[in-house]
């Protein structure tokens, strides 16, 4: 993998604390290459460190070839499984990285196939944690997409499941979850005394779109943030706050006369979007159908160009409709982040950008690693107007 040059920027800031133990990542499965990534930039980090003393007794294990630890989850006939680890994790600062999204993994159950649900990556999960039985020193999950996030809040007699899931880990051990742009942060009510943190890539999302799109005017008389939905509210103002615009909201209107409450029409409110470029901004693309009809009635609205955020790119409809979308004009450029498994196709798409994530995530892991504090990653406004000066002060270009 070729070092970006800011890795060098990062290597040579002197940790405030000491590690808070050796640290390992404990993959699932269908995250390898994204954790390979990850590890590569830390390996290369600690290698170039040389403002620790890394033959010092609370420094062991602290440059290493890898970080990753060796683990399997063999299956038996009936579909049973087990964790196993290779390595010892005594004493080890642990990082389990776990994409419950990714269904392309398959396994027997009585001589037939079977794809993973998330159901199955959480089960894994908790076979992991159990199997380091309470060696480790201090566990964190990483869990870019939230298991059962959308499932958070109860509104009738159903589960909650993202907080018993929450509750569940915290039980087993977990000290600190983290987890990437949750689709209701407030989930985390349910673990009030346990460390719980929601990352907005809010800077990788501007950053790609500055490398990615060189004539943008940004402004509020020439581009707009818009949220898909109310419940998207809160994300799509923190992105139109980092980039100075004006935000604008479609809400649903049903009819509640008929069961099941059929959204009629959605209706925006905000400001003229005509010869506008717009940024559609939501948590996740998963059939497609609504951030196309958004940037359907936006178009319909006299917007110049739209463009579409999502971290989590699930495309449970397929890529046709987007394919469509694009043809006719109605999209320019869909992002979504490397996060989870993309669908097959989808990077080759004219019509796509890939975020990366996998340096942020190293960032993160090496920072709770020396115990030192994630909140100047989560406030991204300075990098973020220091990208935006750069793009402005040579026509549309960026490092």
Known sequence: MAVDKSLRNRSEEAPQQIPFGPLGIVPSRGEEDFIKEVDSYLQNWRKDRDNVDKGHILFTGYERDSYIVDADIPRFGTGEGKAVYSDSVRGYDLYFICDVT??????????????????????????????????????????????????????????????????????????????????????????????????????????????????????????????????????????????????????????????????????????????????????????????????????????????????????????NKFDDAYEVGLIDKVFTTDLIRRPDGLRDKPWHVEVKLAKYTALIIDTLNHNESLQPLLEPFERINLKLNEYRNNNGKIQ
């Open 102 to 319: 990714n269904s392309a993994i398959e396994y027997k159950v009585n001589g037939q196939t079977n794809h993973y649900s998330p159901d199955d990556h959480f089960q894994d999960l908790k076979r992991l944690i159990s199997a380091s039985a309470g060696r480790a020193k201090r566990m964190t999950v990483i869990m870019p997409y939230l298991y059962e996030g959308r499932q958070n809040a109860r509104k009738d007699r159903e589960s909650l499941d993202c907080a018993q899931m929450l509750q569940e880990l915290v039980n087993m051990g977990v000290s600190t979850i983290v987890t990437f742009d949750a689709h209701e942060p407030r989930v985390q009510n349910a673990i009030p005394l346990s460390a719980f943190e929601t990352v907005t890539p809010v800077h990788q999302n501007i950053k790609a779109l500055l490398n990615t799109v060189d004539d943008l005017i940004i402004d509020s008389d020439h581009m707009s943030v818009v949220s898909p939905d109310e419940a998207g509210m809160s994300r799509a103002i923190f992105f139109a706050n980092c980039l100075g615009l004006d935000m604008g909201m479609f809400y649903k209107r049903r009819d509640y006369s008929v069961e099941g409450n059929p959204v009629v029409a959605s209706e925006f409110l905000g400001s003229d979007v005509t010869g506008q470029d717009v940024l559609i901004v939501d948590d996740m693309i998963s059939s497609g159908s609504t951030m196309i009809d958004i940037a359907k009635a936006l178009k319909k609205r006299g917007a110049k160009r739209v463009f579409c955020f999502g971290t989590f790119g699930l495309f449970t409809g397929g890529l």
